[in-house]
């Protein structure tokens, strides 16, 4: 997986005020579909995805990371958002820790393996501590971006 084909600069936002998972995904939601115009995704309906999602299971995978990630009709590519938080929230991490860096991933309906593959290559980047705390030392939402590509490309 190419980070630069899924992410953009204008998905990237860091030291954002999280407050809570439902506010986080709900910035997600937002800050998706206000910048992929081309697929004209609706910011209410990714927010009851990315919730539904989360109530089969958290997607938080430990070391404050967040992986939240959804099916979308009408989306005919892979699509990422990265934001870092303030401070750290529950997020019912499978290890208990707060998160404060999530991963967002939007994949088309009918793509399954590619989204297990996505999914697999990003959570095995994000395992990396040198990775984690790139991300977390980043002091703009550029800085952000770069973080993410220079590690995931």
């Not at 998905?11 to 809570?20: D, K, Q």
């Not at 990714?46 to 959804?70: D, K, N, Q």
């Not at 009918?110 to 959570?123: K, S, V």
Request: hydrophobic share 45%; glycine share 6%; aromatic share 4%.
């Amino acid at each position: 997986m190419q980070i630069s084909h899924i992410l953009t600069v204008q998905r990237t936002l860091c030291g954002i005020e999280g407050v809570s998972k439902k506010r986080v995904l709900e910035i997600l939601a937002n800050t998706i579909a206000d910048n992929t115009q081309e697929y004209q995704l609706d910011a209410d309906e990714l927010f009851r995805r990315l919730v539904a999602r989360e109530r089969l299971g958290s997607t938080g995978i430990g070391h404050g990371i967040a992986i939240p990630h959804c099916r979308v009709a009408g989306c005919h590519n892979t699509l990422c958002a990265l934001i870092t938080l303030k401070d750290a929230i529950e997020f019912d991490a499978i290890d208990g820790e707060p998160v404060d860096v999530v991963f967002a991933l939007l994949v088309p309906e009918e793509a399954h393996d590619e989204h297990l593959q996505t999914l697999a290559h990003l959570a095995g980047s994000l395992n990396e501590a040198a990775f984690r705390e790139a991300l977390r030392a980043a002091d703009s939402s550029e800085e952000l971006f770069q973080a993410a590509l220079s590690h995931c490309n």
